[in-house]
């Protein structure tokens, strides 16, 4: 939640400010880092996005060895596995019209890691592709759906006793595809607050939740 | 979900209300009703860079549908010490200022420069800002100011 409130306060003056450009005169013709109209989508600037949120993964982990158990003996139920992405990071470019295209990653850890009867250390990241759709139909209000394909990997290491002579790792990949919903409520022309709900293609049981704020380029995207 | 709360009731609060001049701040100088959507404020401001004549004009749509914000159609003038008119052109080396559409129940401002060849102190301005609202038909409306006038 931090990164939403810090994004919040560098979009909150002038948008250039924030990318270290610093305006000596906000008149017309003499502005360095911003131009005339940046209130409208009309405007001529590229639809670029700067997304930063908090993502949260739930998924059935594969099945995994470590000192102090075989999970493969288990029911699948012990592999429930929750992942916090506290900085999930989204850039996207539309062309124009509808359609827009990206990509995304973050990292941060297993909040919900396997249970093992030992502590475990975690980490886990994702990368994802996407492709997707937006439309603002209503005032302030976007709905979009996107596809986003790529892969996840989750990092156990175990420590028996303390301090850790025979500690034992594990990394896993995974490939990921899943389609969302999103929804954005439009603060200002070019900062929006959207979340997520994403459900896997591919894996039973494995959906994502997404809160985001969106630093925009061209205002609203220029979105009709 | 609670700082989500804070930002949702935030949103609304910046909503531009119609007729009521105030976004984050109250608009500065004169306000103008166009007889649209637009509300329009005009003042005479000073600014380390640019040397000219400058108006800063501050607009509220307070529709809820979009409205045209055509600021290039603005003529403006002043008089000299002699008492002659002098007309004023805005200075737009990039030809930025095109006609643009502001969202509903959003607010804006743009700070442009007047000048002519003569580089005299700038004391007035008048503008003619009939046709800055593009949702209505344009008449001339001309606002008279001077440097550090407020209201």
């Known amino acids: 939640m931090k990164w939403l409130v810090l994004a919040a306060l560098l979009v909150s003056a002038r948008p250039a400010d924030a990318r270290g450009c610093h305006e000596r005169s906000h008149v017309v013709g003499y502005e360095h880092c911003t131009m005339f109209g940046l209130w409208s989508r009309d405007v001529d600037q590229p639809r670029l996005v700067l997304d930063v949120g908090y993502l949260h993964h739930r998924f059935t982990g594969e099945p995994f060895s470590l000192m102090s158990a075989a999970r493969e003996t288990m029911p699948a139920t012990d592999l429930r596995t929750g992942a916090s992405v506290p900085g999930v990071h989204r850039l996207l470019y539309s062309p124009g019209g509808l359609l827009y295209i990206g990509a995304e990653f973050g990292f941060g850890w297993l909040s919900r890691p396997p249970h093992v009867g030992a502590d475990l250390s975690t980490s886990y990241g994702v990368f994802h592709a996407l492709v997707g759709a937006h439309v603002n139909p209503i005032w302030r209000v976007s709905l979009g759906a996107e596809l986003a394909a790529g892969g996840r990997v989750e990092s156990m290491s175990e420590c028996t006793s303390k301090p850790c002579p025979d500690s034992s790792e594990l990394t896993q990949t995974s490939r990921e595809i899943e389609a969302r919903a999103l929804v954005d409520l439009w603060m200002t022309p070019q900062l929006s607050l959207g979340v997520g709900y994403g459900r896997s293609l591919i894996a039973d049981n494995d959906t994502t939740w997404m809160i985001y704020l969106g630093i925009h380029v061209r205002p609203m995207d220029g979105m009709r | ?151």
């Not at chain 2, 119609?18 to 009703?33: H, I, L, M, Q, W």
Request: a negative charge.
């Open chain 2, 1 to 151: 979900m609670r700082y989500v709360a804070i930002v949702v009731v935030a949103s609304g609060c910046i909503s531009y209300s119609r007729g009521s001049f105030v976004d984050y701040e109250t608009f500065p100088g004169k306000r103008v009703a166009l007889g649209g959507c637009l509300d329009l404020s005009v003042a005479m401001v000073e600014d380390n860079t640019a040397t000219g004549r400058i108006v800063q004009f501050t607009f509220g749509n307070g529709c809820r549908q979009r409205v045209t914000v055509d600021l290039g159609s603005v003529r403006a003038y002043t008089t000299d010490g002699g008492g002659c008119q002098r007309w004023l052109t805005a200075y737009d080396p990039n030809h930025e200022l095109v006609p643009l559409a502001i969202e509903p129940l959003w607010s804006a401002s743009e700070r442009i420069e007047y000048n002519d060849d003569n580089r005299d102190a700038p004391q007035s301005i008048c503008v003619d800002v009939g046709g800055v609202d593009g949702g209505v038909a344009r008449s001339e409306r001309w606002v008279c100011m001077a440097q550090g006038e407020v209201r």
